[in-house]
């Protein structure tokens, strides 16, 4: 099978369509770049729908919880070469890690919006003079909070991991 990468190899939307569907039913790939060639297609062209296959199927199975190793042997036994399947999983968890760093960056957002609010909310309670238990109590709670999600996001950013069990980023928008 061809290791070559997506480029600005031109390819028909009727041909992707046609790797797509049969990728879908569950054929080997081997067989699939097969029948591409059979229709015309250059080794090249052949390769762009192969590699996304491969790349958002190693997505998809990441991102629901799937280990490398599973992912890695259930594409090598559709007949993807080692070399397509490493690169593309290794890229797949890159860009998993990176949509991770994001949710971070967020998290740390939301946090020290959290923090600030809850501070300017202890300020005002302070400068009245007022003692609104209620108020105080809703005010540090934020703070705390607010706290913990900058924590929780430091955490993302730096290690490009989310804490969930095992290794479902379903949630995570790639």
């Given at each position: 099978?061809?290791?070559?990468?997506?480029?600005?190899?031109?390819?028909?939307?009727?041909?992707?369509?046609?790797?797509?569907?049969?990728?879908?039913?569950?054929?080997?790939?081997?067989?699939?770049?097969?029948?591409?060639?059979?229709?015309?297609?250059?080794?090249?062209?052949?390769?762009?729908?192969?590699?996304?296959?491969?790349?958002?199927?190693a997505i998809?199975?990441?991102?629901?919880?799937?280990?490398?190793?599973?992912?890695?042997?259930?594409?090598?036994?559709?007949?993807?070469?080692?070399?397509?399947?490493?690169?593309?999983?290794?890229?797949a968890r890159?860009?998993?890690?990176?949509?991770?760093?994001?949710?971070?960056?967020?998290?740390?957002?939301?946090?020290l919006a959290?923090?600030?609010?809850?501070?300017?909310?202890?300020?005002?309670?302070?400068?009245?003079?007022?003692?609104?238990?209620?108020?105080?109590?809703?005010?540090?709670?934020?703070?705390?909070?607010?706290?913990?999600?900058?924590?929780?996001?430091?955490?993302?950013?730096?290690?490009?991991?989310?804490?969930?069990?095992?290794?479902?980023?379903?949630?995570?928008?790639?």
């Amino acid at each position: 099978m061809s290791d070559a990468s997506e480029g600005n190899v031109g390819i028909r939307k009727v041909d992707r369509k046609f790797a797509a569907q049969l990728l879908k039913k569950g054929e080997a790939l081997p067989d699939v770049e097969r029948k591409l060639l059979a229709r015309g297609l250059s080794p090249e062209q052949v390769a762009v729908p192969l590699n996304e296959f491969v790349f958002n199927y190693a997505i998809q199975r990441l991102r629901s919880g799937g280990r490398s190793a599973d992912v890695e042997a259930e594409l090598l036994a559709r007949g993807a070469s080692p070399r397509m399947v490493e690169l593309n999983i290794r890229e797949a968890r890159r860009a998993i890690r990176a949509a991770v760093r994001k949710a971070g960056l967020q998290n740390v957002c939301i946090g020290l919006a959290s923090v600030l609010l809850g501070g300017f909310g202890v300020a005002m309670m302070v400068s009245t003079k007022s003692s609104h238990g209620r108020f105080g109590a809703v005010a540090v709670g934020a703070i705390v909070l607010g706290a913990g999600i900058v924590c929780y996001g430091v955490y993302q950013i730096v290690t490009g991991w989310g804490g969930e069990t095992e290794h479902d980023l379903s949630h995570i928008d790639i």
